[in-house]
């Protein structure tokens, strides 16, 4: 991984220097908004080459590494399917979902099994006793998990997505390497803790915080962490804290260390098992530390460095949402079409009526794309490890579970009554237990946690930016010196004169897939491409600085880059998995795809120009500010 220091907020060492100039203007931001701007800024990396995803943003439809489609190689695939198959087999007969829903809980002996499986340490090294598969398996893995059991799924999930294994495998020292993987692997349950009370999607509000003691070989750790995901039932924890602030450059810089904590060292509470609307069986809950001391060697990558273990953490964690949403977006494809082939009504089956064969053809079609992306960004872990995944991943988060909530709505509107009545009262009557109900509770937190959807839009809006950000922000930072804003500017005219008139160009390079229509949705791709990177500028000349500010318009850039990305891959996979005698269905469900997206894209464009933005926003603090409390009148 390569850990750059971002050029972004820090302040210049050399006020010339334009490589080193701060490129985004702080000083009119409110003293939170910039604390927790500057606090992420300085967490984030710097992107190295640019993908294929972040590309898109700049009119760049390069092919080149994701064509053809990296399919798993024979040999990975065999290893994977070893152990799924054993997985499978363990969630059929030993995993009743149903029951770990009604009792909240996952009996002991499902956790010992699966443990015994590998299941905690599918990509721990096999070196500290993991099955050392790669993030292709372990993603087909929370597939498989996805599609039968969201509080098993979450289990395994936060334990080795963004609990211990994770951020151990990535910044650990050999010394905690030898100590803690192999516990973990094991089926020693591990988590993560970052939010508390008042940090929820910002991190600069943290209070939690250690002191080195006075030894210098500890450090005292005192706070109380919110929402931590098997934080019940864990042996050790990465537990996020605020350590004392750097001079950095003559200024006080906050500072943000990841620590791995043992719960059952002294001063480690469990205050309270937190329950929720899904997920009834998760072992999340408030932790305290008071006055915990945790050796100075079980500090995570560095002192300061909290965050960016966290966010690194996060970026190929991520992965693991959307594949498990693709699982449930498969069963819920299953009972779908089952019972739409089976209820009539009206006089034929719901399938044939039109409004419920929509909702097959996107579920079917969304589910492929949902797919197809996971596999691909995951492919780019597995062919290199330090690959700079954070785009894809957060392109298939957010894509993915708002596409899985969108299926498993419908799946509950197909299903009727039924959808909404409980597995168990459903089998109380003697129809079959399909738990829609279940699925319903158990997936609505997808688009909240590991960055909610808001979030997500935010994160990759900062990523899209970035290129001009470095490019053009220099020249207005009014905290930069005349003579640096000048240079800059002169660089940037020079970058955009030749840019700019290239996103104009009609045509790019044929892809070369055998279908004429994928091939024309791909190239359809490649102008939208240039017109979104086109779009992006005019943005930028439009509101200047003040873009950031202007989520609506940046999360419809972001909403048409995914769905390029979406129908790249879908495409690009189509035609990897063709030369059999499915290839017509298989253009067929893909052309599908790709002409939903094309007229959500066509749409987002339009209201780039056209739009309630303002006249929303205004309406929005009218009612913040209580003018509107007559509407709130005759309520209970
Ligand atoms: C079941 C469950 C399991 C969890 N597991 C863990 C865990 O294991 N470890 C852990 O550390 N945390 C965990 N969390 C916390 C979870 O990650 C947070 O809930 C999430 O980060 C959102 O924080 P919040 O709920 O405080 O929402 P807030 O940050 O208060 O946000 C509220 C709303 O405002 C939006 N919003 C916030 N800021 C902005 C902005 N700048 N612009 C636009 N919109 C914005 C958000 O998207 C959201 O819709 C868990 C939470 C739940 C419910």
């Known amino acids: 991984m390569t850990v750059l220091k971002s050029p972004l907020i820090e302040p210049p060492e050399k006020p010339d220097s334009d490589e080193s100039a701060p490129v985004m203007d702080t000083s009119k931001m409110s003293a939170g908004q910039r604390a927790a701007l500057e606090l992420t800024e300085a967490a984030r990396e710097a992107a190295g080459e640019r993908t294929f995803a972040a590309g898109l943003f700049m009119g760049e439809f390069n092919l080149a590494g994701i064509h053809p489609f990296p399919t798993q190689s024979a040999d990975d695939r065999e290893r994977g399917n070893a152990f799924l198959e054993k997985l499978e087999k363990l969630l059929r007969e030993k995993v009743d979902p149903d029951e770990i829903d009604r009792t909240g809980e996952i009996p002991q002996p499902v956790i010992d099994e699966l443990a015994r499986l590998g299941a905690f340490g599918i990509k721990v090294p096999v070196e500290y006793g993991g099955l050392g598969l790669s993030q292709t398996n372990y993603c087909r893995a ?17 334990h080795q997505s963004i609990g211990v294994p994770q951020p151990l495998i990535l910044f650990g020292t050999k010394a905690q390497k030898k100590k803690y993987l192999p516990r973990v692997a094991r089926g020693e349950l591990s988590a993560f803790a970052l939010t508390e009370v008042d940090v929820g999607s910002d991190p600069a509000a943290m209070a939690t915080h250690a002191e080195p003691a006075p030894d210098g070989d500890f450090f005292i750790l005192n706070g109380e962490k919110l929402w931590c995901t098997n934080g019940t039932r864990a042996g050790v924890i990465v537990v996020m804290a605020r350590t004392p602030p750097k001079i950095i450059n003559g200024k006080s810089k906050e500072q943000i260390t990841a620590f791995i904590v043992e719960t059952n060292w002294p001063g480690v509470e469990i205050i309270q098992r937190c329950r929720f609307m899904g997920l009834r069986a998760l072992y999340n809950g408030v932790l305290r530390f008071t006055n915990v001391r945790v050796p100075r060697e079980n500090v995570l990558l560095a002192e300061g460095k909290g ?111 039924r959808g909404y009545e ?215």
């Not at 020079?494 to 229509?517: I, M």
């Open 142 to 158: 929370a597939m498989l998990l996805g599609s039968w059991c969201g509080n098993t799924t979450a289990l395994i999930s936060a």
């Open 307 to 417: 965050l960016r273990v966290a966010l690194t953490t996060l970026d190929t964690g991520r992965l693991t949402l959307p594949a498990a949403c693709v699982g449930l977006s498969k069963r819920c494809l299953e009972i779908s079409r089952d019972w739409a082939n089976r209820r009539e009504q009206w006089g034929a089956p719901i399938g044939k009526h039109a409004a419920i064969a929509d909702k097959i053809a996107r579920m079917s079609a969304d589910s492929f794309a949902m797919e197809s992306m996971t596999l691909l960004a995951a492919s780019r872990v597995d062919r290199d490890k330090n690959a700079d995944v954070r785009l894809e991943a957060a392109l298939c988060k957010l894509w993915g579970t708002e596409a899985a909530w969108n299926i498993v709505n419908d799946t509950m509107q197909i299903r009727g009554g």
């Open 422 to 636: 409980t597995a168990a009262s459903l089998k109380a009557r003697g129809e079959a237990p399909i738990p829609v109900e279940r699925f319903l509770r158990d997936s609505r937190i997808n688009t909240i946690f590991e960055g909610s959807s808001e979030i997500m839009r935010l994160f990759i809006a900062r990523e899209l930016l970035d290129p001009h950000l470095k490019i053009a922000a220099p020249v207005l930072n009014s905290q930069l010196p005349w003579s640096q804003r000048l240079r800059a500017a002169v660089k940037a005219a020079r970058f955009y004169l030749a840019w700019y008139p290239k996103q104009w160009l009609p045509v790019g390079p044929k892809s070369k897939v055998q279908s004429p229509k994928l091939e024309q949705h791909l190239r359809y791709a490649a102008r939208t491409s240039r017109r979104l990177a086109r779009a992006i500028f005019h943005a930028m000349l439009r509101h200047g600085p003040t873009l950031e500010r202007e989520q609506l318009l940046l999360g419809r850039f972001v909403d048409i880059g995914a769905d390029l990305f979406a129908m790249a891959a879908t495409c690009l996979r189509a035609q990897s998995l063709s030369g059999g005698s499915r290839d017509e269905e298989m253009v067929h469900l893909v052309d599908f795809f790709c002409r939903t997206a094309r007229l959500r894209i066509e749409d987002k464009f339009q209201r780039i120009g056209k739009n309630a933005d303002r006249a929303g926003y205004k309406l929005a603090q009218e009612v913040l500010a209580e003018n509107h409390r007559a509407m709130e009148r005759q309520i209970v």
